[in-house]
């Protein structure tokens, strides 16, 4: 399905990863896809997002203020660690090693995987852009993919940012029909 991705879609798909890795999270939420598109500039999601007040920081802020009200913490994939250090294998010193062969960063493990509500509204991305007689998915058709699904932490993010996703929809619909003139 990726493949069908527009260049800023992937890079917000690959921000939405890189930020689940750096709050600790061994998981991607709609909370993670949704700092994904904010932080993905310029981007007709990230664009519309910003101009209805929603800021990096502070989603980002909200994103943890909500999964540490739900009980879930920042586990930094131990779990993981700890069940490869019961078969004698140091996850650490793999890291250690890729860091100086590949670089730092460019190894990432466990590499966190789509949250069920994820992977809903990434399905929901496919006939949003269909709808819009779109082969090809932007961050746009995410933005609405998350929006169409209904549910997850990322709308909770924008409900407590005073965001309107029926207003937002509206306004994501305006801009692709602007851009398309």
């Not at 509204?121 to 169409?148: V, W, Y």
Request: glycine share 12%; charged share 25%.
């Amino acid at each position: 399905m990726f493949e069908f991705f527009t260049d800023r879609a992937r890079h917000a798909v690959s921000l939405s990863q890189d930020e689940a890795i750096d709050l600790g999270h061994d998981f991607i939420g709609t909370e993670h896809l949704l700092l994904g598109l904010v932080g993905t500039v310029p981007s007709t999601a990230g664009d519309v997002l910003r101009e209805q007040g929603v800021e990096l920081t502070r989603a980002r802020e909200e994103a943890v203020c909500i999964l540490e009200a739900a009980g879930i913490v920042a586990a930094g994939g131990q779990p993981a660690k700890d069940a490869l250090s019961s078969l004698g294998i140091n996850a650490g010193e793999i890291q250690r090693q890729a860091d100086t062969s590949f670089g730092p960063g460019a190894f990432q493990y466990p590499r966190p995987a789509y949250t069920p509500d994820a992977k809903k509204a990434l399905e929901h991305t496919l006939s949003e852009a269909r709808a819009l007689g779109q082969e090809r998915f932007g961050t746009e058709h995410i933005l609405l993919g998350m929006l169409a699904a209904g549910e997850g932490r990322g709308l909770e993010v924008l409900a407590a940012l005073e965001v309107d996703p029926d207003g937002l929809r509206e306004a994501v619909l305006t801009r692709v029909a602007r851009e398309a003139w």
